[in-house]
């Protein structure tokens, strides 16, 4: 049985959504994209002139996961500063998307971004990555805090 769906998000776009109950700690699927740096990967983003930026997603070491090119549905995660899913790297830079806490079907699956730019924070790009996510203690930014 699938675990999970893509479907339209009412925070952005189209989300990732739990079809069964998940719980904790489960990893439930790899994040597929190309390993390249935040530079190339949103500079590509501005020339295609889409809002796509929920394909990227940072990893320990500050390059990221683009998951416009040869990505699979984890490219469809959004991202919330209150998420019920983390993205793990393992030794070999494959990153896998695990659950933080339990999961009930119909639940929208969230993982932080954690994009760390070393660009100037411009007001577009402030704008590009702002946050809706709607939680408690949402930062309003999509962008790692340490970088801005
Ligand atoms: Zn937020």
């Not at 079809?19 to 699927?29: D, N, S, T, V």
């Not at 924070?121 to 930062?139: F, M, Q």
């Amino acid at each position: 049985m699938r675990r999970m769906t893509v479907r339209k998000s009412l925070v952005h776009g189209r989300g990732v959504f739990a079809l069964q109950a998940i719980p904790a700690g489960q990893r439930i699927f790899e994040c597929r994209g190309e390993v390249t740096s935040w530079r190339r990967a949103s500079a590509r983003y501005r020339r295609s002139g889409l809002p796509g930026h929920t394909f990227i997603f940072g990893l320990a070491d500050g390059r990221v996961i683009d998951g416009s090119v040869g990505g699979n549905s984890a490219r469809w995660l959004n991202h919330s500063c209150e998420p019920n899913c983390e993205a793990i790297e393992d030794e070999r830079g494959r990153v896998f998307i695990e659950t933080l806490g339990d999961v009930m079907p119909g639940d929208e699956l969230f993982i932080t971004y954690g994009l760390a730019t070393d660009e100037a924070l411009t007001p577009e790009l402030a704008a590009a990555y702002s946050c809706h996510c709607g939680a408690r203690w949402c930062n309003g930014s999509m962008l790692a805090l340490a970088n801005r």
